[in-house]
């Protein structure tokens, strides 16, 4: 697994909604609803505890017992809200969180080392992992893409993921 104590980023405040302290969140998980499952959030050197959340626009509006006008809401603009590894719900098999796949080394199916996975989006037709090879002399690093499935990456568990060497590139 990995380390449990490493802080996974679930939304960061846009900014202040209304004047009681509401604020309105960029959300980078499942939505709003998902964020009722932690009561409390790291926000860099404190702490909010949530009260309510819904889901706005694109993302959320949230109330914090912390936070209660519209001057505490505003100074928070930019804060990323966290929970440690260890309070997200147990995985399924077959399952993985993005936040877990970021950073692993990645080996084609043939045995080569082929870079390392940076980031993991999804543009609607399921998950695909983006991988950057070693920077060449003189060069920038180059980067792939390759579907999140069976087929493109059959194996991976907390020490990498293996690509079929046909989705190489």
């Known amino acids: 697994m990995a ?12 900014g202040a909604h209304g004047v009681r302290g509401e604020v309105r969140l960029k959300l980078f998980g499942e939505g709003a609803e998902a964020l009722r ?3 409390v959030f790291d926000a860099g050197t404190s702490k909010l505890t949530l009260k309510s959340v819904r889901p706005a626009n694109q993302g959320a509006v949230a109330t914090f017992a912390e936070v209660t006008d519209r001057s505490a809401a505003e100074a928070l603009r930019g804060t990323v809200l966290t929970v440690p590894r ?18 692993l ?8 080392a082929i870079g390392t996975v940076v980031a ?19 060069k920038k690093p180059a980067r ?15 020490d990498g993921v293996t690509v079929d060497a046909a989705f190489v590139e």
């Open 37 to 39: 499952a932690f009561s």
């Open 105 to 112: 080394p990645a080996v084609s199916t043939d045995g080569r």
């Open 3 to 14: 380390d449990a104590d490493r802080p996974v980023t679930l939304a960061a405040i846009a």
């Open 144 to 158: 792939f893409m390759v579907p999140m499935n069976a087929r493109a990456v059959p194996a991976w568990d907390a």
């Open 120 to 138: 993991v989006e999804n543009f609607g037709a399921g998950d695909i992992l983006e991988i950057e090879k070693p920077a060449e002399a003189g």
């Open 86 to 103: 260890s309070a997200l719900p147990p995985l399924g098999e077959g399952e993985y969180y993005h936040h877990d796949l970021i950073g």
